[in-house]
Every structure is written in C-alpha cells, then in structure tokens.
C-alpha cells in the first residue's frame, strides 16, 4: 500500500499505536527489519503487545492525557472508550499559526463505543478529521459469521461506532473548521459502501467540507462523497 502512494518503509520515522488489536498491529512484527522506526505508545499496550514479539521495538512511551512532541508535529493523545487495555486517539498538528506556517491539525479518532465530551472538543478542533463508521445496523444483525456476543461486543459503549451514530455525531458538531472528512474502519462483513452512502447522504450537502470513504478493500482507496 505504500509502495502504491509512492512511499516506502525507508522513509518511515515513527508510528503512533492507538491500541494493541490486531488489526492495528499485526505489522510490528515487520518491523525487525527497520530499526529506525520508533513506535509510540503508551505503556499498558506496549505491554500487552512487546510479550508477543520477537524482537525489541524503538518504544516511544507516552501517558494516557498527555500532549508530545515528534519533530515538528505536535501529538495530543486522548483516551477512548473501547475494549483494549488502554486505547487512545490522537490530535495531531503542525505549524506555528502565522501567515508563513499556519497551523494545521488531524483527529484520529477509530475503535470507540461512544463519544464523550472531550473527544468531541478533539474533533471540533480539527482541519481533517478521520472518524470510523465501523458498522451498518442492519448488516450486523443479518450477519451469520459472528455469534451474538461478539456483536453485542461490537454494539456497546466500548465497541465501535456504527454509521448512523458516526453520521449523527458529524452532523452535531458540523465544525466549520473541517476541510475533510475521512470515514475510516468500516468493516468487511457488517458495512457496504452503499451503507455509508446512504447514512450520510442527508449532510453531505449540508457540510461544507470534502468527506471521503475509506475502502476496506479493492482497488481504489479513498470514495469521495462530496
Ligand atoms: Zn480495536
Ligand atoms: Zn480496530
């Protein structure tokens, strides 16, 4: 996928862990062969994670709350309510807010049940706000593979949000400093892209900003919706 952008592991310098779920770690593993990258994370899912790995990773620990720095990126790190050891989202941002470097920020905000009023704050706050929209109702009810403890799981206050609580959160807040949107997470089995289209389209004309799709799969990364 990087090589697909033009990008490569080479000019990787870190990445930021939001929790230890496999699907946002698997890849450590790789990682022996690229020493130079460093791994923040803070220390509940370096643990969890580091038992499981032949190698030693470059650890960067950062506190649950806290506001670091890495380079010239400015990293807000907040907790989320989902069922990992302690999972976090990430307000990032650059420049120093004159005409020459205006300041410029991200919310990387995946894997929550719900959303509390500070992580609200963290997303009104942001120029290009990632957000999933993890599931459709109707798709995870017909859903054959997983038990129903495993959707309940999904479902709940520490699950993931699904497309019409992500639409409705995105509606709420209507932030005019959003430039983009990106709709992130969906799942393979319980979300279509038909699902995500129809949950938003009541505010994608409404908003005056880009939203995009995120493709789980396929050739074509990102659908854009306005
Ligand atoms: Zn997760
Ligand atoms: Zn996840």
Sequence with gaps: MLAD????????????LTHEHGDHSAALKGLAKHPHIQVFANDPTRRSLQRSLKHQITWQIFETGTTFNFRDLEIRSFAVPHDAQEPVGFHISHGHGDLFSPRQSLAWVTDLGHV?????E????????????????????????????????????????SNTAAHDLIAEIASPRW?????AHLSRD??????????????VEALDCHISIVSPGGDTPFIKLS
């Design 5 to 16: 952008s033009g990008e490569s592991l080479a000019n990787i310098n870190a990445i930021f």
């Design 122 to 161: 963290h997303i009104r706050d942001a120029d290009i706000l990632v957000i999933e929209a993890n599931y459709c109702l109707d798709l995870i009810d017909s859903d054959s593979k997983r038990p129903w403890s495993v959707k309940q799981r999904i479902k709940g206050r520490h699950g993931h949000l």
């Design 190 to 203: 319980c979300n279509s892209l038909d699902a995500v289209q129809a949950a938003f389209a009541p505010s």
């Design 179 to 183: 430039q983009h949107i990106y709709l």
């Design 116 to 120: 509390p009023a500070h992580i609200r």
